[in-house]
């Protein structure tokens, strides 16, 4: 037998019983307690030993989360030429009509990011996950803006692109801005402002360019009247 796969074994065996071993201990202890004859010490070690593996386990699934977004990054993907695709291709339409750039992986494993002008964007058909979305407009002083979401979940991780049709997805304007309000032991406001795109989850909001305005807030009484003002800090 290889070096090499004798090694893997010894691994994998280790592996499986630092992961799986604690249920011994833990059976064995409950038996013993049920009988009356002790066995608190082997229920404590299997439960501390089955919490570090369960949180291993916990600590590796995220790991590869991790991992699967950050490769799936805007620089190691290929722009999608629909003129030069060759199979069926349809388009998916935003619910904004700024330029709009969407990082997928399709049915194939490949990273492709696609790009439009309008939020109407070209796409090969099939099964696409999406991985990164970003929208991007300007402002009247001249100003840009750019409102950005990295992973994703649940239904919004897959888009279903039919042939020669259009898969309609929630992401876009209008956004929602949701400001929390906490109160310090020493009796100071802390505001935390949340923007969220239209399916409801939370994006980041950037401003580039010529902008000098940092974004502001106003606190009102039930009056209406302003009774505080101030912007917000990053960090």
Known sequence: MPVHMLIGIVVLSVAGLFLLGWM????????????????????????????AAVSLVAMGAMFVLGFRTMS????????????????????IRTAGTEAT????????GGTLRLESTNGILAAPAGTLHLTQYAMTGSLPDGSGWTVSR?????GMERIAVPPGGTAEVAL?????????????DDGRQTFDLQISSTDGNRVSLRFHGT?????????LDAGGRRVWNGNFEYG
């Open 24 to 51: 011994v201990p833990l059976g064995i202890g409950i038996r013993l307690s049920s009988h009356r004859r002790g066995g608190t010490a082997l229920i404590v070690v299997g439960g501390v030993w089955g919490a």
């Open 211 to 219: 902008r000098q305005t940092p974004l502001q807030f106003e606190v």
């Open 172 to 184: 876009g304007p209008p956004y929602r801005a949701v400001v929390t309000v906490s109160k310090a």
């Open 72 to 91: 799936s990054s805007p620089s190691d993907s290929k722009v999608f030429d629909a003129a030069a695709h060759a199979g069926p291709q349809g388009l």
């Open 101 to 108: 750039s969407l990082t997928v992986t399709d049915e194939s």
């Open 150 to 154: 990295y992973g994703f979940s649940g």
